[in-house]
């Protein structure tokens, strides 16, 4: 028989061909290693560069990308612009600062995978989601085309570096969304296919406590993996994404607001088109968590063991105490949950900054009416 592959998802090495981090695989040893070569070093450089000269022009130029024909949606939509670059600059930080974390994250997950004979690569949700990342890159490109002819008439500088960091931003944070999404998926699989061979050890007639100590060892691990490795890697730089993720959301919604609900169809397409992958990757990490409820399966297999009156009692009874006070929670570095009960406060915040801009618009709207006079 041949070695087991240990690679995990085929796209996690793609992070250095995109200057966020030096992952790579080595197909002849079978390990995750960082690989720094002049190429992705040059690449992170030239990312780098891209954010900051875009941070730049839009400090240097009263920059706004959406004409909202007042000045507190033009402050607004100029605080995006800046956001846009600051927040993937952190982001990217964060990532390449835990580098080194990810590699053994990635190798003890592999690990964990060849022990339980599955085989990440083939895992159908993942793979869907990379070719998703691949459509909203060609997508947005054809956006961004569509509105940068217009935005670049007069060829300004300032312009053309604004709206490429903007670019090179959709394609970074939406990668980084996937990465995280995948890794995800990973570690649900890997906790099913315990509680499977849990099911197996406890429905024979004899349990082995040598067979269930390890089922409860492989699932204590994949847990750990999952809220503390998993979260140190990715916690901060979902952070700083959602953070950009929601403004943008926000500028979106309150300019398609501006003259009512009274649109064109072209109108509208245009709208949906920059909302649509803006909301998918805002609630992509959200619902694919299964992680929690996926973990508890395990505790109600063992609450239906009967009682023996021996050490499998014990250890029993030692892992179900321990369940009760141990949450298997996947946060954004503790700032919020990344589940499906993040969904409701999600949308109310982007519903209160709305109030908020909405507010300041008819504070502005009265000035300018009363200064008439």
């Known amino acids: 028989m041949g070695r087991t592959n240990l690679k995990l998802l085929s796209f996690l090495h793609y992070q250095r061909f995109l200057g966020l981090t030096d992952l790579d695989f080595s197909d002849a040893l079978q390990i995750y290693w960082l690989n720094g070569t002049w190429i992705s ?36 939509d100029s605080a995006v612009i800046l956001t846009t670059s600051v927040s993937q600059l952190l982001a990217n930080l964060w990532f390449r600062s835990q580098q080194e974390l990810q590699v053994a994250l990635v190798m003890r997950v592999s690990q964990l995978a060849q022990r339980l004979q599955f085989e990440p ?67 649900q699989r890997l906790l099913q296919i315990d509680v499977q061979q849990l099911n197996r050890v406890v429905s024979t007639t004899f349990i082995s406590m040598a067979d269930l100590a390890v089922c409860l060892r492989t699932h204590d691990e994949i847990l750990f993996l999952a809220q503390r490795e998993l979260v140190a890697v990715y916690g901060g730089v979902l952070f700083f994404l959602f953070m950009y993720q929601v403004m943008e959301c926000v500028l979106i919604i309150y300019v ?33 968590n299964d992680v929690h409820n996926q973990a508890n399966k395990t505790a109600k297999i063992l609450a239906k063991v009967p009682r023996t009156g021996t050490g499998l009692d014990r250890m029993i009874e030692k892992f179900l105490l ?18 499906k009960s993040t969904l409701f406060k999600l949308f109310t915040a982007i519903f209160t900054y709305m109030v908020i801009l909405v507010q300041f618009k008819e504070m502005e709207n009265t000035t300018k009416s009363i200064n008439k006079f």
């Open 41 to 76: 070093i040059g690449t992170q450089i030239l990312v780098v560069g891209v954010f900051v000269s875009s941070l730049v022009a839009a400090l240097a130029e009263s920059l706004y990308n959406m004409d909202t024909k007042t000045q507190t949606g033009n402050t607004f």
């Open 121 to 187: 690569l083939i895992i159908p949700q993942a793979i869907w989601i990379y070719l998703i990342w691949l459509a909203v890159c060609l997508f947005y490109g054809g956006m961004v085309g569509h509105f940068g002819i217009s935005w670049l008439t007069d060829m300004q500088i300032s312009h053309v570096l604004t709206l490429l960091g903007f670019v090179s931003r959709c394609i970074l944070a939406n990668f980084q969304f996937t990465c995280y999404t995948g890794m995800v998926l990973v570690l």
């Open 256 to 288: 398609s607001n501006l003259e009512g609900f009274s649109h064109s169809a072209n109108d509208l397409v245009l709208i949906l088109g920059w909302l649509a992958p803006i909301v998918f990757y805002l609630i992509l990490p959200l619902v694919v």
């Open 322 to 339: 321990k369940n009760l006070r141990q949450q298997p929670i996947l946060t954004a570095y503790g700032f919020f949950a990344l589940d």
